[in-house]
């Protein structure tokens, strides 16, 4: 499965089996996205890959570590490793094919905008749940 940004510099492959996404309503990921919710998943170090553009990625963090990677020339939110290396969060608005995929959970319900009606697929939480339960909510090889 492959994916790049609005301009198309930014292009990457993702292989394997994938989680389901999630969507979060936080004023962070509203914010970052321009919309109601980000929409994203997490993918396995060795599933991911870089095709083209790393060097137009840019960087933006908080004080309190929250970050957004994009891309420069044309803003595009962009994958970036996270938890300590071991992973890939990756924003889905990005692939070409979205017919694998699957909604699991929408965190930050309880600070939603006003204005929003969250479709029903996927688990809600009011924050952020733990990781593990995410996880094992998100996975879909699961026994
Ligand atoms: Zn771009
Ligand atoms: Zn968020």
């Given at each position: 499965?492959?994916?790049?940004?609005?301009?198309?510099?930014?292009?990457?492959?993702?292989?394997?089996?994938?989680?389901?996404?999630?969507?979060?309503?936080?004023?962070?990921?509203?914010?970052?996205?321009?919309?109601?919710?980000?929409?994203?998943?997490?993918?396995?170090?060795?599933?991911?890959?870089?095709?083209?553009?790393?060097?137009?990625?840019?960087?933006y963090?908080?004080k309190?570590?929250?970050?957004?990677?994009?891309?420069r020339?044309?803003?595009?939110?962009?994958?970036?490793?996270?938890?300590?290396?071991?992973?890939?969060?990756?924003?889905?608005?990005?692939?070409?094919?979205?017919?694998?995929?699957?909604?699991?959970?929408?965190?930050?319900?309880?600070?939603?905008?006003?204005?929003?009606?969250?479709?029903?697929?996927?688990?809600?939480?009011?924050?952020?749940?733990?990781?593990?339960?995410?996880?094992?909510?998100?996975?879909?090889?699961?026994?």
């Amino acid at each position: 499965m492959q994916g790049h940004c609005l301009c198309g510099g930014v292009r990457f492959e993702i292989s394997g089996k994938v989680s389901r996404l999630y969507q979060c309503h936080c004023s962070m990921c509203r914010r970052v996205s321009g919309s109601s919710a980000n929409a994203a998943m997490i993918v396995g170090r060795g599933q991911f890959e870089w095709l083209a553009g790393e060097e137009l990625i840019e960087r933006y963090a908080t004080k309190s570590g929250w970050q957004s990677h994009f891309c420069r020339r044309c803003g595009s939110p962009v994958p970036n490793s996270t938890r300590g290396e071991s992973a890939w969060w990756v924003p889905v608005g990005l692939l070409e094919d979205s017919a694998e995929l699957e909604l699991g959970a929408h965190l930050f319900v309880g600070s939603k905008a006003n204005w929003e009606r969250i479709a029903d697929a996927g688990v809600h939480f009011d924050e952020m749940p733990d990781r593990d339960e995410l996880d094992r909510l998100l996975r879909r090889d699961r026994v």
